[in-house]
């Protein structure tokens, strides 16, 4: 394992530097135009590439199990209740278990994606799309729908506690731009367009290890400035173990700026609070750190996201 030392302590960002930042994303999103973001860089040759990537035809899950349980970061837990079981009647051979779901699909500890829709910043969603498009009976642009097609495409894990040497980043922590092409050279992995992107911050190892916590007050996550990274790439999906933005926030007046980097300015369909724990030790044990995935939200035209079970196949 090459180790990376922790890098300075990043910069907080004030308002007018947030400013200039988003203005520069918005710039520079050139790939990302339309009602599907920058899901058109998957294009059929990129996805016949990605397929390429398969070795062993291994797949793995990047999702956590749904919770339903409450925690300090999952007050609104999935609720499951059954609504049939099967009795005991001889005279009838046949019976059915059934049973419903309900979810807040964007709390702290479900494994989501966060459709165009989903973050509003100045009065507008991605593309200057009006914010009154999400109204009390759903979303009329921008939504999940955007995505019913899959999301397919070459996955790459960047591992941000391999890098440096510990089991995960503690919360409050940044990942820097420096930090991402750091694991690219320990890893022997290229980041390329229209790649979905997928950063470790130890997140879901933590949890696991020590037991929740009031994740939206103090997570790991990624530092506004390192967008910087995803724009150069040109990446079509950015999905992280945690929130993928760090709390407390980085940004003066901006709570979640990577979000409003990421799916507002670069039109990245965004995946929170997925877990790499069963991929990346896969990825250690073979020596590479891309793969063909495929995600498949679920078809709810009016929602602003989806919870999901990306799958990663090697």
């Not at 837990?77 to 079981?85: L, S, V, Y």
């Not at 040497?165 to 930090?179: F, I, K």
């Not at 990245?268 to 063909?292: N, T, V």
Request: proline share 7%.
């Amino acid at each position: 394992m090459v180790t990376h030392a922790r890098p300075a302590r990043a910069p907080r960002l004030t308002e007018g530097e947030f400013d200039v930042l988003h203005r520069r994303m918005l710039a520079r999103a050139t790939w990302a135009k339309g009602d599907r973001g920058a899901l058109p860089a998957l294009t059929p040759a990129r996805v016949l590439a990605a397929t390429r990537e398969v070795r062993t035809g291994r797949t793995v899950t990047l999702a956590a199990s749904v919770e339903t349980r409450p925690g300090p970061d999952n007050p609104e837990p999935a609720r499951h209740r059954m609504r049939g079981q099967p009795k005991e009647d001889t005279a009838n051979r046949l019976g059915f278990a059934m049973d419903s779901f309900a979810m807040n699909v964007h709390d702290d500890a479900d494994s989501h994606l966060d459709a165009l829709c989903h973050v509003i910043y100045d009065g507008t969603l991605h593309g200057g799309v009006s914010a009154s498009s999400v109204t009390a009976d759903g979303a009329t642009a921008l939504s999940v729908e955007a995505a019913r097609d899959g999301i397919v495409g070459r996955g790459v894990l960047l591992d941000i506690p391999r890098l440096r040497g510990v089991p995960w980043l503690e919360p409050g922590d940044h990942v820097t731009a420096d930090d991402l092409t750091a694991a690219e050279t320990a890893q022997h992995v290229h980041v390329g367009e229209g790649d979905l992107l997928f950063v470790r911050v130890g997140h879901r190892r933590r949890r696991g290890e020590l037991g929740p916590w009031h994740a939206a007050e103090a997570r790991a996550g990624l530092h506004p400035y390192a967008m910087e990274f995803l724009a150069d790439r040109r990446v079509a999906v950015l999905g992280g173990d945690g929130n993928n933005d760090t709390a407390p926030s980085s940004t003066e007046g901006v709570d979640f700026p990577v979000h409003v980097l990421a799916v507002h300015a670069l039109g990245l369909h965004l995946l929170d609070y997925l877990q790499f724990e069963d991929l990346a030790p896969l990825c250690e044990a073979e020596g590479r750190w891309s793969f063909l995935c495929v995600i498949a939200p679920l078809r709810l035209p009016d929602a602003t996201g989806s919870p999901v079970n990306p799958i990663a196949v090697l």
